[in-house]
């Protein structure tokens, strides 16, 4: 498997516009998370699906961001209108939600808003 | 809900040296606490876990501790080497298998004197 894949790995835009993320987690895991981190905040877990069912969306910071996840290989975040706020790195990972649940990141998605 | 504080915040050693990341929780229901290394630029990866029915886990040259009196648990690295320089995050959940639950801790980056 060739682990959490995320795009695009950099993003520059400027403020007010539409950013989406992407992310495949790996194949026959039912969790997936989408984390932000800062210097400030560290990481920050922003919501996670549960066989593509959001169950926790209490760490989106505001209606500006939003997330879904149509089927079991594909989830996006998508942030309208972005503020320069928003900078940062985002992650994605997945789970197989038993055991010891370990958490596999993809590689991030930084976020620059000018 | 959980929290969990981490320190020291940065951390400098020499080559050959042990270092010690601590960690504290505040609610007592958690029961799995796994350590996760961030290289410069990568992704978080896990390096080590602890359930709260052991006190004590090695690999190699890393160990975690735990205290569940005290609430708090802490990674060890012995012998470190350049290669061991990195962000390192603890964290804690508070349902084995439950990773919707687990809170990092703010990071500690570690840098091995060559």
């Known amino acids: 498997d060739a682990g959490v894949i995320q795009s695009p790995r950099h993003e520059v835009t400027e403020m007010g516009q539409e950013v989406t993320l992407r992310c495949k987690p790996i194949s026959g895991h039912d969790y997936l998370f989408w984390y932000r981190q800062t210097m400030m905040r560290g990481l920050e877990l922003l919501i996670y699906f549960n066989n593509n069912v959001p169950i926790d969306d209490s760490g989106m910071p505001e209606d500006r961001f939003s997330a879904k996840m149509p089927n079991a290989s594909f989830s996006t975040l998508k942030i309208q209108p972005s503020e320069p706020r928003d900078s940062a790195v985002y992650f994605c990972a997945s789970s197989t939600g038993s055991g010891a649940n370990v958490l596999t990141f993809g590689a991030g998605s930084r976020l620059t808003v000018l | 809900g959980e929290n969990v504080e981490q320190h020291p915040s940065t951390l400098s050693v020499q080559e050959g040296d042990s270092a010690v990341i601590k960690c504290t929780y505040s609610?007592?229901?958690?029961?799995?606490f796994p350590w996760y290394k961030q290289e410069l630029g990568k992704r978080p990866q896990l390096i080590i876990d602890?359930?709260?029915?052991?006190g004590e886990k090695k690999d190699q040259r890393i160990a975690v501790t735990l205290n569940k009196t005290a609430k708090h648990f802490s990674l060890h690295i012995t012998e470190t080497q350049p290669e061991d320089s990195a962000v390192y995050f603890c964290?804690?959940?508070?349902?084995?298998?439950?990773?919707?639950?687990?809170?990092f801790g703010s990071g500690t980056q570690l840098t091995v004197l060559p």
């Open positions: 602890i359930r709260s029915n052991v």
């Open positions: 609610d007592s229901a958690s029961n799995y």
């Open positions: 964290a804690a959940s508070l349902g084995w298998g439950s990773a919707r639950q687990l809170t």
